[in-house]
């Protein structure tokens, strides 16, 4: 089966063509044509993603991504559709120049060949994300499930990110030993949550103030580091171990390391990091090392210990680990480390996974299309804080 993905929950506007075949058991995927535009340099001017500029970029992206998808595609016989505009543009009511652009596109390279793309179904981000952004490709997959009449699904972003890191090459590789444990950390999340197969997740863990990448960008800021810092901080972080510097008077707490439960919680590390550097006053190079590196061993500390506490109360198996934050080389060795400690699998997903994309909004949508039958335009409303569980 060949499904279009769409991916606009934050600040990447992404879509993918794949083909997937087999059952849930080991589901093969092929990727045929995979696209992305990201808005990280235009957001990098306000210091974060700006969900009104990130809907902006949305809707004046996502038409030339389509069109660059398909291009190579294969096609199938059209004759003479009847296509509804008038629902159509109601769809898009709220992004017209995105409705105008699609008509127009479609009745040139489709209509007037009696011809249409040849997927058959479509999965569409619904949440978690920032509603204002996730409305445009809500809004577009339902127009082109109207216009094409080919059924379509929402997926769980979060979803999308467990069984992104089970993708290897081109190929997906669906052996996740069950039950697993899945990691997932990014700028705007921090979860632990228990799969027993797919489709049936437990969240069991979370942040209850700052995502962990949102509190590397902060401390980045603080030092002077442009947005995305996390990957700034991280290497200032290596460069300290390497050259074994420290401090004695920059020295940063574990928040929640030592609650019961299995949750995080980053905001007063944050705000720690901000008064040692008001403290110090003037801050050498060497000391922003410095605080790099303890700030990263604060945090790499609570992971490790909540990670392990989560794999000896659900027994799980295997580890998987998603989010952009998994790019840091020391959380991965940590990770590493634990799963080898307690005998299990681990599970990263490639660098280009690793982000958000719309191949695992595709392989999500399909793995769900064996709980849920798609439909043609059906009402997907965005859900902000959608939750796996
Ligand atoms: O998953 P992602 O691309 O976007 C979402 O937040 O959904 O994650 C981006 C986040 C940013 O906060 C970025 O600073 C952080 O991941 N990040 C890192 C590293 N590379 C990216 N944080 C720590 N160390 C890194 N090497
Ligand atoms: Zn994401």
Redesign the pocket.
Known sequence: MKILGIET????TALCLMEAEGDTESPKFVVLENALISQIDIHKEYGG?FPAVAKREHAKNIVPLFAKILENSEKVSWQNPEINWDKVSEILNREFELYENLKKFVENNFVAKNIRPSFEMIAVTSGP?LEPALWVGINFARAISEIFQIPLLPVN?MEG?IVSVLLEKDQLKVTAEFPSLALL?????TEIIEIESWGNYKKIGETLDD????A??KV?RMIGLE?????????LAQSAREENLSDERIIFPRPMIHSPDLNFSLSGLKTSVLYKIKELGEITAIQKKIIAKEF?QSVVDVINKKVSKAINETNAKSLIV??????????RENLSQIATEKNIKVHFPTTEL???NAIMISIAGYLKSFRQSPEICPDIKAEGNLSLN
């Not at 950390?185 to 999340?189: K, R, V």
């Open positions: 929950s934050c600040d990447e993603v994300g972003h990110h950390i990014s700028g705007g999340h995502a962990i990448g949102e590397y960008d980045a947005y995305p810092g996390g990957p700034k901080i991280s290497l990263e998603g989010g952009g934050v998994i790019a840091n080389k020391y959380i690793s982000t958000d």
